[in-house]
C-alpha cells in the first residue's frame, strides 16, 4: 500500500525510516519531509495543517494509511477531516480525533481527565483572567519550585518553573493578562513540583487493546548537566536502566490501563499514540502530561528497537485489531544525540551546508531540521541531526552515536557530550 506521513522532523524520519522496511509497503511520502526523508520517500510541499493540499495527496496519490507525526494538525483535527471526507473512505488513519487529541491540546482537560480517572499526577488548579487571585492563593499554598503551564499548545515553550514565588506570581500574570504565549496561556495550569526522575512511555492503541512500546528517556536542557534553557529534546535512551519490570507493570496498571479505560468511559475512540510523559517519584509512577503522537526525539530511539513489522502493527491498529500481532522488542539499547544549530534554543541561522553525512557508520543517521539546496543537504532548522546507535549496553550505544556526532559537520554545530550522564 502506498502510505504518507505527515510532518518534517526526526520523528516523522524514524517513523518513515520504520515503515520503509516493511514489504506491506510501496511507495512512501512525507508532508513536507525533509533532506532525509527525500532518501527513503517523495516528500510533498504540502503543509502539515493544509488538510485540502493533503487530501489532494492522497487522492491522486492512492494513498491508504495516513500516520500524523505532530500535535498540530491532531489538535485541528485532522484525523476527523479524513474519517468525514467521503472521498477519502478506506483510508485507513493513525492518530487521535480531535476530542482524544485534547489529551495534549489542553492542559486543564488533561488534568481533569486525570482526576476523574484516578490517574496518578501532581496537585493542580487552572487559572484564567477570573481567578487570578486564586492563582496567587495557590501559590502560597505550594512550596517552592512552582510550576506554570500554559493551557493550550505553546510550541514546547509553555512551561515555566520557578523557585522564586514574586517570580511565579508576576509570570502568571503575564501569562494570562499579557498573553506571553498568546492564546495558549488564557489559561494557566498550577502544579505541585513533582521530584523524581523523568522518562517517556509510549502506547500504541486500536480503540480498545493496546501495544506498550519501549519507554525512553529524553534529555530537555541545551547546556551539560541538564543546564540552561529547555529545548525539544538534545538526546534519549532506551531502555531506561531504572524502569525495571516492576515499575513498568506499575505504569501499565496505574496509569496506561486506567488512561485507556478513560477514555472509553468518556466516549472517546482514539486510535493511534499516546505518549506518557512520567515522573518516578519514590517508585511510584505520576504523569506529568500526555502528547497524542510519539516523542522527538524518543521515536528516534523507540522505532530502532521495534523489531516487528510497524506496517502490520498500525494497520491492525487502524482496524481494531492489535490484540492478534505480537510486538517483538531488540534487547539492545539504543542512544541518540542530537546535532544542533548554534544558538538555539535561541536565535540561529539556517542554511550552513552539511558535512560527513555519507561517513558514518554503525549508526542510524536520522533528519529533523534539514533542507536540500542545489543538490546540498543544509540546515534548515534549530534541532538538525539525530545520530542514533545500538549497542549491547548503554556504553556501546553512545560510543556508536557519538562518533558519528563527531563525523557530521558545518559551521556552529553544537551538541551535548553527556547524554545518558544521571544513568
Known sequence: MNILVVGAGGREHAIGWKINESPKCDELFFAPGNAGTSEIGINLDIKVDDFNGLKEAIVSN??????VGPEDPLVKGLIDFIEEDEELKGCMTIGPRKSGAMLEGSK??????????????????TIDKDNLDEGFSFLDGLSSPYVLKADGLAAGKGVIITSDLGEAKNTLKDMILDQKFGAASAKVVIEEFLSGIELSVFVLTDGHNYKILPEAKDYKRIGEGDKGPNTGGMGAISPVPFAHDGFLQKVEDKVVYPTLKGLEEDGIFYQGFIFIGLMNVDGEPYVIEYNVRMGDPET???MPRIKSDLVELLEATAT???????????????????????????SYAKG????????????????????VVDGQTTTNGGRVIAC???????????????????????????YRSDIGFDL
Open 320 to 346: 481494531g485489531q492489535l490484540d492478534s500481532i505480537d510486538l517483538h522488542i531488540d534487547e539492545r539499547t539504543a542512544a541518540t544525540v542530537m546535532l544542533v544549530s548554534e544558538g538555539y534554543p535561541g
Open 108 to 125: 486543564d482537560f488533561s488534568k481533569a481527565f486525570m482526576a476523574r480517572h484516578g490517574v496518578p499526577t501532581a496537585k493542580s488548579k
Open 352 to 371: 550552513h551546508s552539511i558535512s560527513g553525512l555519507d561517513m558514518t557508520k554503525d549508526t542510524v543517521v536520522f533528519h529533523a531540521g534539514t533542507k
Open 300 to 302: 528516534e530511539v523507540v
Open 388 to 414: 542514533t546507535g545500538l549497542g549491547v549496553d548503554m556504553k556501546e550505544a553512545l560510543k556508536k552515536s557519538y562518533a558519528a556526532v563527531k563525523t557530521i559537520d558545518w559551521p556552529g554545530k553544537n
Open 62 to 67: 492512492n494513498i491508504k494509511m495516513v500516520v
